[in-house]
């Protein structure tokens, strides 16, 4: 651990020290989602190794409050990840039900999907030296996401007139290899062949 993570440490056991005191007595206790919310900014400017005081900055608390609900880095890291999967996973079922047509449903879903891999997905690289930790992460994520996909892309076919199934795994699996580098190269737009993926999948003529 680094000297501004041993300082924030301190900090830490300052605030819990202090929280007797009357006036923090009556401070409202913040909501984990905040925390997590300002979290996930963060580590997609800074990176997950960007220090704990500028989430807590981000969050408006102080570093006392984030190591109370995250000890350890790693957990923080861990629980981000998953906010963002469940707020992908949650995007579905609201997107089939505000959406115009459910073509239109999955498209948006599709994009929020792209957006996720390709400016969050790289937190689950943060636990890579914990191989029990990183398959479990990927459980997660195709336990949470797939179904879903596969709601939505039941929903598209029927309205477009496609009786034959597609599997939804395979769908995001190939969504995934579309994406990949386009964190790092500018020119390569990944949305926009995720899209025609999309296209062909509703084609009257896709077998």
Known sequence: MGRCEDEAMVDAEREQSHGARPQQA?????????????????FVTSGVDAPVREIAAKAG?????IYRHFPTRPELVVAVYRHQVEACADAGPRLLAESATPEAA???????????LVTKHGLAGALQGDGAGSDALHAYFVGRLVPVCGILLEAALESAGRAQPVDAYNVLKGIGNLCIGAANDARYDATVLVQLLVSGLLSPEAR
């Open 26 to 42: 009556g401070r409202p206790r913040r909501d984990q989602q905040v925390l997590l919310d300002a979290a996930a900014a963060v």
């Open 61 to 65: 608390v102080g570093v006392g409050t």
């Open 106 to 116: 999955l498209r948006a879903w599709v994009a929020l999907f792209v957006e996720f």
